[in-house]
């Protein structure tokens, strides 16, 4: 007699019913057989492409030489963080920042010097920020922080905190004696405007207003200097 709610289990059932599974498409004709092979080549022939593209879309968004997003991305996701940022009501910041001096730098110390310092920058940028944060390079030697969920009092604190680490860091790309570099930078915050152009043109507004009052004090002698 079973016990109540105990049932015998048939495993010999349950192997032929294994068996027949296994041995279900070697008894398909050979036409299907054939198909599902070839979907199966097809299908892999996809994978294989979409990693590819996904790789290309990867190396067309990043900037080669500090390893930053560039400005065709930065653009794309500004419109995006934009809409998704007003639709949810939530904070959205940019930061713009521009290398004081790096002329001098590419005029004495050469342009292979100058590559060194963007990608001094560059390295440091990524480092400073959060996983979600969208550090760019605008082209030449100006940078952007696109900062989702992050309001101007942190905005300008991530601006000041690369500012730090930059004028501390032990991988400082040497220089010719006289020949510095400092940092200027300006944020806003999507509350202040009403669109992403004039999100960009807020923050750089406040960035070349900085950079004038450095250009009205004595340059420092070294190191990098937030405005």
């Not at 015998?8 to 092979?37: C, F, H, M, Q, W």
């Not at 082209?139 to 952007?144: P, S």
Request: glycine share 8%.
């Amino acid at each position: 007699m079973k016990r109540s709610g105990v049932y015998p289990v048939d495993r010999t059932s349950i192997k032929e019913s294994a068996n027949e599974s296994i041995g279900l498409r070697s008894s398909l004709p050979a036409d299907v057989g054939s198909y599902i092979a070839e979907l199966e080549a097809t299908q892999r022939l996809l994978r294989r492409e979409i990693d590819r593209l996904s790789i290309f879309r990867h190396l067309a968004f990043r900037d080669d030489l500090t390893g930053l997003y560039n400005r065709r991305y930065f653009e794309e996701r500004l419109a995006q963080e934009w809409s998704r940022a007003t639709r949810f009501e939530v904070p959205l910041a940019l930061v713009v920042i521009d290398l004081d001096g790096f002329k001098l730098v590419n005029d004495v110390a050469g342009h292979a010097a100058g590559d060194l310092v963007l990608a001094f920058v560059g390295r440091h940028m990524i480092e400073e920020c959060r996983g979600f944060d969208i550090p760019c390079r605008l082209g030449g030697d100006e940078f952007a922080y696109l900062l989702p969920e992050t309001d101007l009092v942190g905005a300008r604190a991530l601006a000041e905190r690369l500012a730090a680490r930059l004028d501390s860091a032990t991988d400082r790309p040497a220089l010719p004696a006289g020949v510095t570099f400092g940092l200027s930078f300006g944020a806003a915050t999507r509350l202040e405007v009403v669109s992403p152009t004039q999100l960009v043109e807020r923050a750089d507004a406040e960035m070349y207003a900085r950079k004038r009052d450095r250009k009205s004090e004595a340059a420092p002698p070294s190191g990098i200097v937030a405005a």
